[in-house]
C-alpha cells in the first residue's frame, strides 16, 4: 500500500502528539508535589465500622443486617464474617499510631450503629460504644488527625431489617435520624466533618438489583432472590435514604452547626463512562450513566429533584417527592463525597440489541433500572485500563479528572472530597504475603490517580481532600478477606499490621513532598497483565 505524504505527515504528526502527551503525564507525575494541593487539604486513609472493627458481640454491641448476612451459609467467599475482622475495636490506638506514622492529616472512619444503637430505637443508647467512639476520636485529635466521619456505611441494627424491612420502609427515616443526632450530640463538639450515608447507590444496587447485600433482595435478570423487585425496590430505598439523609442534614444546620461549626455532605460511588462507540446513541448512554448512578443521589440533594431522564425512562416506578420534601432535600448538603475507583464503557440499548459476553457487563439492558444501557470493560478486544483484583474495576487515571470535572459543572462547583480511591491486587489468592506488600501496582495507581486529581483541580475544582481505601486490608463484604485494598498487610492469623510498599510511598510523599521519594523512585515500572482471579463483581 501506497502511503501519500499528507497521510505520512498526519501519521508522523499523531505519533509525535501521542509522545507529546505521554511524556508530560509522565514528567507532570514525576514533579506533582504535596505542595500544590491546596492549603489544608487533607489526605487521608479511610474505613468502614464492619469492615475493620470486630468486636462483633462485644460491650453491648447489637446483631447488624452484616453480622446476620455473613453467618448465612453461602453469602461470603470462604465463609468468612466480620466477627474479628481487623479487630481495631481492640487495636485502635495502634491503628492510630500508624495514621500518625504515614503522615495523615485526617482519618474517615464509620460509626457502627448498632454499636451505639443495638436495637435502634427499640432500645437504649449502648453507653460502652460512645465511650469507643469518643476515645477513638481523642486519640486521632491527640495526633493532629482530623476526625472525618461516615454515620451509615452499608450497616444498620438487624432488628430495623427485621421488624420493618430496612430501607424499604420510611420509618427508617426516623430510625436514622435518631441515631444522627445521638451522634452529633456525642461527637459533634470534635467532630467537624460528617457525612451522612456512605453510598447509597451502590447499596440499593448491591442489596436490591442483585441481592448480594443483605437483606438479599432482587428478580431476574439481575439475580435470584427468594423475593424482591430490582426494577422499583432499590428506587424506594432510595428514596428513604435521600429523606433520611435530608432530615439528619436538617437537624444538624439548625443545632449543631451553629455552636460546632461543622459541614455535613453525603459520599456517592462515582464512576466515569465514556460512550463505546464515538455516536450520539452511545454518548447519551454514557451520559445517562452517570445521571442514573451519581447523579441519582446528587441532583435531588443539590437541585431538590432526580434527573429528569430517570423520570423519562422509569415513569412511575420513580417515586417522588411532596413540595415540602422537594424544599428539605434542595440544598442539604455542604459538600460532596466522591468515591471514584474506575471508568467503564456504556453502550447504548434502546436504539440496538445488548447482550453481556464477560464478567465485567451486568444483564439487563433491555430494563430501565441502569437507563437502557450496559457498561463494558472492553472495546474490540482492548481493554479500557489495566485490570485489578475487582472484576468492574479498570485502572483509568484519567477518570478521575473527568468524573471531578463532571461534578464541577453539574453542581456549580460545590466543595468536594474524593472520599475513597483504592486498588484491589490482582490474584490474591495466588500471591505470597511478599508479593502483596510489594505492591508496586497500587502506588503506581495511586500516583496517577493523584497527578489526575491535580488536574482538575488546577483547572477550578473545588477539591478539599483526598482518601485511599484503605488504611489496611480489611473485610471486602461479599469477597471476605482475599480481597485486598490496604497500604498495611494484616496478617489474619495474628493480625498484625504490616506496611506495604505503598504505605512507605504515602509516607514519603506526605512528608518528603514528591510523588517519587528515595523509596519509590527505585520502582520497577509494572507489566500490563491481562489475567485476574476476579473475586467480586461490583
Ligand atoms: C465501599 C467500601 C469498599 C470499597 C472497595 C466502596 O464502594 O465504600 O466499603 O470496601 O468500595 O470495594
Redesign the pocket.
Known amino acids: 500500500m501506497k502511503i501519500s505524504s499528507t497521510n505520512y505527515f498526519s501519521y508522523l504528526f499523531f505519533l509525535c502528539l501521542l509522545l507529546f502527551v505521554f511524556v508530560n503525564s509522565f514528567e507532570e507525575q514525576k514533579n506533582l508535589k504535596k505542595s500544590e494541593f491546596p492549603d489544608g487539604f487533607l489526605f487521608g486513609t479511610t474505613t468502614?465500622a464492619y469492615?475493620i472493627e470486630g468486636g462483633f458481640l462485644e460491650d453491648g454491641k447489637g446483631l447488624s443486617n452484616w453480622d446476620v448476612f455473613s453467618h448465612t451459609k453461602g453469602r461470603i467467599n470462604n465463609g468468612d464474617t466480620g466477627d474479628i475482622a481487623d479487630d481495631h475495636y481492640h487495636r485502635f490506638q495502634e491503628d492510630v499510631e500508624l495514621m500518625h506514622s504515614i503522615g495523615l492529616n485526617s482519618y474517615r472512619f464509620s460509626i457502627s450503629w448498632s454499636r451505639v444503637l443495638p436495637r435502634g430505637r427499640f432500645g437504649e443508647v449502648n453507653l460502652a460504644g460512645v465511650t469507643f467512639y469518643n476515645k477513638l476520636i481523642d486519640s486521632l485529635l491527640l495526633k493532629g488527625i482530623t476526625p472525618f466521619v461516615t454515620l451509615n456505611?452499608?450497616d444498620h441494627p438487624h432488628e430495623l431489617e427485621e421488624k420493618y424491612g430496612g430501607w424499604l420502609n420510611p420509618v427508617m427515616q426516623e430510625e436514622f435520624l435518631y441515631f444522627a443526632q445521638i451522634c452529633f450530640a456525642s461527637f459533634g463538639d470534635r467532630v467537624k466533618y460528617w457525612t451522612t450515608i456512605?453510598?447509597p447507590n451502590?447499596f440499593a444496587e448491591m442489596a436490591y438489583v442483585r441481592g448480594v447485600y443483605p437483606p438479599a433482595r432482587c428478580s431476574p435478570p439481575f439475580g435470584n432472590c427468594s423475593a424482591g423487585n430490582s426494577d422499583t425496590e432499590p428506587l424506594v430505598a432510595m428514596h428513604n435514604m435521600l429523606l433520611a439523609h435530608a432530615k439528619a442534614a436538617k437537624l444538624y444546620r439548625e443545632h449543631f452547626q451553629p455552636k460546632h461549626g461543622g459541614l455535613i455532605g453525603i459520599?456517592v460511588?462515582s464512576f466515569m463512562y465514556k460512550p463505546l462507540r464515538n455516536n450520539d446513541f452511545d454518548r447519551d448512554a454514557a451520559n445517562r450513566a452517570v445521571l442514573f448512578t451519581a447523579a441519582w443521589v446528587f441532583d435531588p440533594l443539590v437541585h431538590g429533584d432526580y434527573p429528569p431522564e430517570m423520570r423519562k425512562y422509569l415513569l412511575d416506578a420513580l417515586p417522588r417527592f411532596t413540595s415540602d420534601e422537594r424544599k428539605l432535600i434542595k440544598d442539604s448538603i455542604d459538600f460532596m463525597g466522591i468515591?471514584h475507583?474506575g471508568t467503564l464503557y456504556a453502550k447504548d440499548c434502546i436504539h440496538s440489541s445488548c447482550v453481556c459476553s464477560n464478567s465485567s457487563c451486568i444483564a439487563g439492558g433491555d430494563h430501565p433500572i441502569h437507563g437502557y444501557l450496559i457498561t463494558l470493560a472492553e472495546k474490540d478486544g482492548v481493554s479500557i485500563g489495566e485490570p485489578t483484583g475487582?472484576s468492574r474495576f479498570f485502572v483509568v487515571p484519567n477518570g478521575m479528572e473527568e468524573i471531578v470535572d463532571y461534578m464541577k459543572k453539574r453542581y456549580h462547583n460545590k466543595p468536594m472530597f474524593v472520599t475513597?480511591n483504592?486498588y484491589?491486587s490482582l490474584n490474591p489468592t495466588t500471591a505470597q504475603a511478599d508479593e502483596l506488600q510489594h505492591d508496586t501496582k497500587r502506588v503506581e495507581f495511586h500516583k496517577s490517580y493523584l497527578a489526575s486529581l491535580a488536574r482538575a483541580i488546577r483547572k477550578g475544582a473545588d477539591v478539599r481532600g483526598y482518601f485511599i481505601?484503605?488504611l489496611m486490608d480489611?473485610f471486602?463484604?461479599t469477597s471476605g478477606y482475599e480481597?485486598k485494598?490496604g497500604l498495611y498487610y494484616v496478617d489474619r492469623a495474628t493480625l498484625d499490621r504490616v506496611p506495604k510498599l505503598s504505605a512507605k510511598w504515602y509516607t514519603d510523599f506526605l512528608t518528603n513532598n514528591s510523588l517519587n521519594g528515595e523509596e519509590t523512585g527505585k520502582l520497577i515500572s509494572f507489566k500490563y497483565r491481562t489475567k485476574s482471579n476476579h473475586l467480586?463483581d461490583?
Open positions: 468502614s469492615q456505611h452499608h456512605n453510598e451502590m459520599v460511588h468515591n475507583y475487582m475513597e483504592g484491589a481505601w484503605s480489611n471486602e463484604w480481597l485494598f467480586s461490583k
